[in-house]
């Protein structure tokens, strides 16, 4: 491919596509490896199992000719594409909570709680400082334009800078500006971009949704140590401002909604808290409380329902996309399999990855001839 200035240029994704190809069904083993394209789809540390997926269709020859990814996947997909996914996946089994803390670089900022250019930075080691136009597999990174309401496609320019703006997960890491655009997490308009795909030239098109549906289960409400952590960290710096600026910022949703996702919240810590902060959540608290009250209904915190709302509308997008761009195999990676912001569980995300693409592509092996592609659940 040509190289182009290394400068990020975006595509609006609501453009029409052309020359889309024809795509088959996989045939039975022993045949010739079909072409694949992949739709990688987000859901923060989950996307870990993306890696196992690849895992699987690399030990089966299958070749890759073509990746989309929003957010985790946009990660995914943008270091396969470069050659560097077996580098990334040892280096994020080495991560631990403490690490993934001091990589997400908690911030005071208006945008969001984390920087994360630590993260990128991690990121530009292993893949260097490649442009989209130079990768060997055509790619695709999808965010969201805040100002305009739109996603983006970036299709050329760095690497890196496509990733950073896929990530940015709305009141988490903070926006990033481009080209006079204010980008953020992929997934917001698109959670699993299949329509970029539709120019690839592959035998069969997978796509990896990271929001399976599962019943909802009580999380532990004990808070983890990387909450605990993140909070007296959050302290910490709060402590070079005046009061009430500290609380306001403990006090914040963004703070609290990150803590959760770690598995903990930031009223797990409250020696610093006003009495009036705490009536407050007592009251929020009895809310929530009267709606559990029922048998078998589980009891969800405020964050609980924001966290799940957001999974809930990211399952409708998806499954609008799929009826208008119809995978030839569908791989879904239940919610359970670990929070959203739980990286230090790489092996085991990509484990459950590894395990459903199998699963899945002994299905569509055994079954090519049927014509209806199956849908591989957790």
């Known amino acids: 491919m040509p190289t182009h200035p290394a400068t990020a240029r975006c595509a609006a994704q609501n453009e029409e596509v052309a020359g889309a190809a024809e795509v088959g069904v996989a045939g039975p083993r022993g045949s010739a490896p079909p072409r694949v394209a992949l739709a990688l789809g987000s859901g923060g ?7 196992g997926v690849i895992e699987a269709l690399r030990a089966r020859g299958y070749d890759i000719v073509g990746i ?70 055509p790619y695709t990174a999808v965010a969201t334009d805040l100002l305009a309401g739109k996603s983006v496609w970036f299709q050329r320019g760095p690497v890196d800078e496509a990733i950073r703006a896929s990530i940015a997960i709305p009141g988490v890491i903070a926006p990033h500006a481009i080209g006079g655009r204010l980008l953020a997490d992929g997934g917001i308009l698109d959670p699993l971009p299949m329509a970029p795909l539709s120019a690839v030239n592959a035998d069969l098109t997978i796509a990896v949704n990271l929001s399976g549906t599962e019943a909802i289960v009580n999380r532990d409400a004990e808070p983890g140590a990387t909450a605990e952590w993140l909070s007296r960290m959050l302290r910490s710096t709060s402590a070079l401002l005046d009061t009430a600026a500290a609380r306001s ?90 929070r959203s912001l739980e990286f230090h569980r790489a092996a085991e995300a990509i484990g459950v990855g590894r395990a459903l693409a199998d699963q899945a592509l002994d299905g569509l092996e055994v079954e090519a001839d049927q014509g209806a592609p199956p849908t591989i659940e957790g």
């Open 45 to 51: 540390a989950r996307g870990y199992a993306h890696i």
């Open 68 to 137: 989309s990814g929003s957010s985790m996947g946009a990660v995914v997909g943008g270091l396969q594409a470069a050659g560097h996914l077996d580098e990334f996946a040892e280096w994020a089994k080495s991560l631990t909570q403490r690490t993934i803390l001091r990589l997400l670089d908690p911030s005071i900022s208006a945008a969001g709680v984390m920087r994360a250019e630590k993260i990128l930075d991690a990121v530009r080691d292993i893949v260097g400082p490649v442009t989209i136009e130079e990768l060997p597999i």
């Open 249 to 338: 910022l403990l006090d914040r949703p963004t703070a609290r909604a990150v803590l959760s996702r770690f598995g903990g919240t930031a009223e797990s810590e409250s020696d610093g808290w006003s009495a009036d902060q705490d009536a407050e959540q007592a009251e929020e608290d009895q809310v929530h409380a009267d709606v559990a009250a029922a048998p078998g209904i589980p009891k969800l915190g405020s964050f609980d329902v924001m966290n799940r709302t957001i999974d809930i509308a990211q399952s409708a997008l998806a499954r609008h996309t799929l009826a208008t761009y119809p995978p030839d195999l569908l791989i879904e990676v239940p919610r359970s399999t670990c």
